[in-house]
């Protein structure tokens, strides 16, 4: 073979090689670019944010759902409302459903783990919801299983949203504190309407205390955008809390 031709073959494999190991270095310095890891960051922060607000929704539908189905009185202060009711929970449902299918990736292995058992559960707890019925003498089983699942969405919730949940927990239990001194009287040594006084209660002072800029947002059924989730999930959780340690 022609010298010239062999030196030709080997720079030209060369060339080739030193491509390939130029072009693994740029997508390298692509992903570690700062450019990227905003936008990394960013997606990760919006699909924690999103699925937690989303799954606090749908708990709350469902303890709605629960107090008038276990109590008399709250039953008959929102007759007729029950298939609303539902409605909501299962619009919230289907929202959550498709939030995990588009962000489920950025949350990271566990807490997409821990976000599809939490919907798994929600599920089956509004399909034994979605009939009205009379839980007086049977509401027991219910809310603790609501605990158990409000103990879950909890460790999500530190998990996904670090410090800012934090500071919401601190805050609610705050607002749940004042209301009790004022009623002079612990969770769990009072009756399930008074509880379910003191969750609207809470419920008003927080949004009176908001500090969201949405002059229109005058109960939970306003908040399109579930900003309020968080803390009205941690005024059920809190109350779960106390009257499973009854």
Avoid at 116 to 125: H, I, N
Wanted: net charge neutral.
């Amino acid at each position: 073979m022609n010298t010239d031709i062999v030196v030709a073959i080997i720079g030209g494999s060369a060339a080739v090689v030193a491509a390939i190991i130029g072009l693994f270095a740029i997508r390298k310095r692509d992903r570690n670019s700062p450019s990227a890891t905003p936008e990394i960051e960013g997606r990760k922060s919006l699909a924690r944010r999103v699925i937690s607000q989303t799954t606090a929704m749908l708990f709350i539908d469902l303890m709605r759902l629960l107090y008038i189905a276990s109590n008399a009185s709250v039953r008959e202060a929102n007759a007729g409302r029950h298939l609303e009711f539902v409605n909501f929970a299962t619009e919230h449902l289907d929202e959550l459903k498709s939030h995990f299918s588009r962000l489920s990736n950025a949350l990271g292995t566990d807490l997409e783990e821990q976000s599809c058992e939490l919907e798994r559960q929600l599920s089956y707890m509004l399909n034994e919801l979605k009939t009205e019925q009379d839980l007086r003498h049977g509401y027991d089983d219910y809310f603790e299983k609501m605990h158990k699942i409000g103990g879950e969405l909890h460790k999500f919730c530190m998990a996904a949203l670090g410090d800012s949940y934090e500071r919401s927990f601190e805050r609610v239990l705050g607002k749940i504190d004042e209301q009790l001194t004022r009623k002079r009287s612990a969770i769990k040594k009072v009756a399930l309407d008074e509880v379910w006084s003191l969750r609207l209660d809470t419920q008003t002072k927080l949004l009176k205390s908001r500090e969201l800029g949405e002059a229109g947002l005058y109960s939970i059924r306003d908040d399109m955008t579930h900003r309020m989730a968080i803390q009205y999930f941690i005024v059920d959780y809190k109350i779960l809390r106390e009257l499973a340690a009854a």
